[in-house]
């Protein structure tokens, strides 16, 4: 069964405000069904067991380092500052945003919101780079989130809709959507996002995961000092 149907959306009458670290987000409910060819020309997958790690470990190191106690990150201003990391200022439509997660639990560590079948699956957030829309697509054991990755950009890129790709996953994961944007007829700039910023020898920019996590744990500079 293809998941494609899951990134295209129409409005629904839903509203929904969520507050983290000072910042007000309004998200309006969407109501997920197949428009055709209304394909998403911006998009960012988030492998969320790997960012749980990523968060878990960024959140132990800090709170020693300033001395005291984080706040919950502001989910939606994580996607935010990525995307302007990934050099997208504002993009073309509604970027989707694909949650893809082999969790048993279903939420994002230390974040608001959290709960993602209930408080962001469905939900789109108006933000300074435009709306972002999210959709949580679950494995369910039937598919691992490096070959679901792999396979929604895969069938977006075969649209030739898509002008941006942004990866948040693991080293492996990234690598191969790498490979198989390389071999795209109309190939989107690509971006992924890792934990150490290294850079790679296949010309797609690397960008460093710290820099947007430190913006939406509101963690302010001189507190680095």
């Known amino acids: 069964m293809s998941c494609i149907v899951l990134w295209l959306a129409i409005f629904d009458s839903r509203i929904m405000t969520v507050v983290a670290n000072n910042y007000i987000f309004t998200a ?28 878990d470990g960024f959140v132990e190191y800090m709170q020693r380092r300033i001395g005291r106690k984080l706040d919950d990150m502001d989910f939606v201003r994580l996607c935010v500052c990525a995307l302007l990391d990934a050099g997208i200022e504002r993009a073309g439509g509604t970027v989707e945003v694909g949650l893809l997660d082999d969790s048993a639990d279903g939420r994002l560590h230390h974040a608001v919101p959290a709960d993602m079948s209930g408080e962001l699956d469905g939900y789109a957030y108006d933000t300074m780079v435009g709306r972002i829309a999210f959709s949580l697509t679950p494995t369910l054991g039937l598919s691992s989130v490096a070959d679901m990755c ?76």
């Open 150 to 225: 792999v396979d929604l950009a895969g069938q977006l890129l075969q649209m030739k809709a898509l002008r941006h790709l942004v990866v948040l996953a693991d080293a492996a994961t990234c690598q191969a959507v790498a490979d198989m944007v390389d071999k795209a007829d109309e190939a989107p700039v690509l971006v992924r996002f890792a934990n150490d910023g290294r850079e790679t020898g296949d010309g797609h920019d690397v960008c460093q995961l710290a820099y947007p996590l430190l913006n939406a744990f509101g963690i302010r500079p001189e507190e680095l000092d």
């Open 28 to 55: 309006v409910k969407l109501k997920f069904m197949d428009k055709g060819n209304d394909n998403p020309r911006t998009l960012l997958l988030v492998d969320v067991q790997w960012l749980n790690v990523q968060v």
